[in-house]
């Protein structure tokens, strides 16, 4: 069975401009969860969707959105880039919403 | 102070050794406990996860749990090359709105030499 997929792989953008990241979660998982992870520390919680439903969401401003699709796959949105967003963003999922959650390969993000 | 607080390393010990890797918490409503490995340009896989305190085995992985100390363990037996990574502790509590997230460490960065 396929695991957690992300796309794209990598992602060269400059400041102000606006990416859409993208993940299909392991097949019958309906919570979706991102995560941003700087180098060298450990991964910080953005957003959990599950049932299509926002579930929290972490310290991180507006220009960070995302959404969840009726096949529970789901976009991470990042507006307004500045040079502090570059890092790996992963998704994360997981059967229901309190089940151990697997991540992907992760969104590798540098802003120039 | 940082929710959870993990030695970041580096360790470097020789082929056949124990590992022992440690994190503590401050957070009492953190029920649910669990360890990733992440290789080098990789993402967090999962190796063990709990609920409860004590012990959990799986093969050459032992999970330990203190909550009344707020400490978690994982000991790696017989420890192999291919067990070099970074090895990330990581905790979670529910929230009322069917909700959760997980707080991770910093990450202990491990090397073993043959």
């Known amino acids: 069975d396929a695991g957690v997929t992300q796309s794209p792989t990598h992602l060269i953008k400059t400041r102000g401009q606006h990416v859409t990241l993208r993940c299909s979660p392991i097949?019958?998982?309906?919570?979706v969860s991102w995560y941003q992870q700087v180098l060298g520390q450990g991964p910080q919680f953005i957003f959990q969707?599950?049932?299509?439903?926002?579930?929290g969401r972490g310290n991180f401003p507006d220009r960070f959105s995302a959404r969840q699709f009726p096949n529970y796959s789901s976009e991470l949105n990042v507006n307004a880039l500045l040079l502090g967003d570059s890092a790996l963003y992963l998704c994360a999922s997981s059967f229901v919403w309190d089940q151990p959650q697997h991540f992907g390969d992760g969104t590798r993000l540098s802003i120039l | 102070q940082k929710e959870v607080e993990q030695d970041p390393g580096p360790l470097s010990v020789p082929e056949g050794a124990i590992v022992s890797l440690n994190c503590t918490y401050s957070n009492s409503a953190f029920q649910y406990f669990m360890w990733y490995r992440q290789y080098s340009r990789k993402g967090p896989e999962l190796l063990m996860y709990t609920y409860s305190s004590g012990n959990k085995e799986d093969g050459r992985f032992t999970a330990q749990v203190d909550k009344s100390s707020k400490y978690i363990s994982l000991f790696i037996r017989d420890s192999q090359p291919s067990d070099s990574a970074t090895y990330l502790c990581a905790m979670s509590a529910l929230w009322e709105t069917s909700g959760s997230r997980l707080t991770f460490g910093e990450g202990t960065q491990l090397t073993v030499n043959p």
């Open positions: 969707y599950y049932e299509k439903e926002e579930r």
């Open positions: 097949s019958g998982h309906k919570s």
